[in-house]
């Protein structure tokens, strides 16, 4: 069962999907959404790390920011600490990997 700290944040952020982020628009340059990631980033890892990772991917969602796929990730990082909240975070890029498609071999039955 997930601390009162977690679950609070968890209503915090569901309530302002459920609200402001209506009003506000989809405008998140990421998937899944900033609000999503802050959330998703608070369960697995705590409010202090998870929230220190959500403050970090809201400030690489500007114009100028990053876009595409970014997942959180499965381990904290080996530099982070309780005294250094900024090391939880990646302040730039994203992680996921590149995505990438094979060649297919044309079906030879079909014509052009």
Same mark, same amino acid.
């Given at each position: 069962?997930?601390?009162?700290?977690?679950?609070?944040?968890?209503?915090?952020?569901?309530?302002?999907?459920?609200?402001?982020? #209506?009003?506000? =628009?989809?405008?998140?340059?990421?998937?899944p959404?900033?609000?999503?990631?802050?959330?998703?980033?608070?369960?697995?890892? #705590?409010?202090?790390?998870?929230?220190?990772? #959500?403050v970090?991917?809201?400030?690489?969602?500007?114009?100028?920011?990053?876009? =595409?796929?970014?997942?959180?990730?499965?381990?904290?990082?080996?530099?982070?600490?309780?005294?250094?909240?900024?090391?939880?975070?990646r302040?730039?890029?994203?992680n996921?990997?590149?995505?990438?498609?094979?060649?297919?071999?044309?079906?030879?039955?079909?014509?052009?």
């Amino acid at each position: 069962m997930p601390s009162p700290v977690r679950q609070a944040a968890h209503f915090a952020i569901r309530g302002y999907q459920l609200t402001l982020s #209506g009003l506000v =628009g989809r405008q998140c340059r990421h998937l899944p959404s900033c609000s999503e990631y802050t959330d998703e980033a608070i369960q697995r890892h #705590g409010f202090w790390a998870g929230g220190w990772m #959500g403050v970090a991917r809201i400030c690489r969602c500007g114009p100028f920011g990053t876009s =595409g796929l970014d997942i959180v990730p499965e381990t904290l990082p080996e530099r982070a600490a309780w005294y250094k909240p900024w090391a939880y975070g990646r302040w730039r890029g994203t992680n996921a990997p590149a995505i990438t498609c094979e060649a297919v071999e044309p079906d030879e039955r079909r014509t052009s």
